[in-house]
């Protein structure tokens, strides 16, 4: 919902719209920051086939900033789809506080936040 939306809402509207959105809100717990991505790697062996540029893999990683730094995290088969489940939890969770965050600062426009 856009901003513009939230204007045309009553203020029992808006706070009823609130209210489901903070009860719906993902597990917090299940929160995980990064992306999901593919990569192939070189083995390191002078006669390998990945030194003539064809490379093993793909592999899975989390990309994932921690401290400023980037790093790659990798993945074992068994944890990509449970890694993408919280990926998407998290995506949800935080359109969800952008959304509520939006009818606070419709209200507060009105001076109506309580």
């Given at each position: 919902m856009t901003d513009g939306d939230l204007n045309g809402l009553s203020l029992r509207e808006l706070r009823a719209r609130r209210r489901r959105l903070a009860a719906a809100l993902p597990d917090a717990?299940?929160?995980?920051?990064?992306?999901?991505?593919?990569?192939?790697?070189?083995?390191?062996?002078a006669g390998c086939r990945c030194a003539r540029g064809e490379l093993h893999g793909p592999y899975p990683y989390l990309a994932v900033r921690s401290g400023g730094r980037s790093r790659l995290l990798y993945l074992p088969a068994a944890l990509v789809e449970p890694v993408r489940r919280r990926l998407e939890s998290t995506a949800r969770l935080e359109a969800t506080l952008a959304e509520i965050a939006g009818i606070n600062l419709e209200l507060l426009a009105r001076r109506l936040l309580d």
């Amino acid at each position: 919902m856009t901003d513009g939306d939230l204007n045309g809402l009553s203020l029992r509207e808006l706070r009823a719209r609130r209210r489901r959105l903070a009860a719906a809100l993902p597990d917090a717990e299940a929160m995980l920051a990064g992306a999901l991505l593919r990569q192939g790697r070189r083995c390191g062996r002078a006669g390998c086939r990945c030194a003539r540029g064809e490379l093993h893999g793909p592999y899975p990683y989390l990309a994932v900033r921690s401290g400023g730094r980037s790093r790659l995290l990798y993945l074992p088969a068994a944890l990509v789809e449970p890694v993408r489940r919280r990926l998407e939890s998290t995506a949800r969770l935080e359109a969800t506080l952008a959304e509520i965050a939006g009818i606070n600062l419709e209200l507060l426009a009105r001076r109506l936040l309580d």
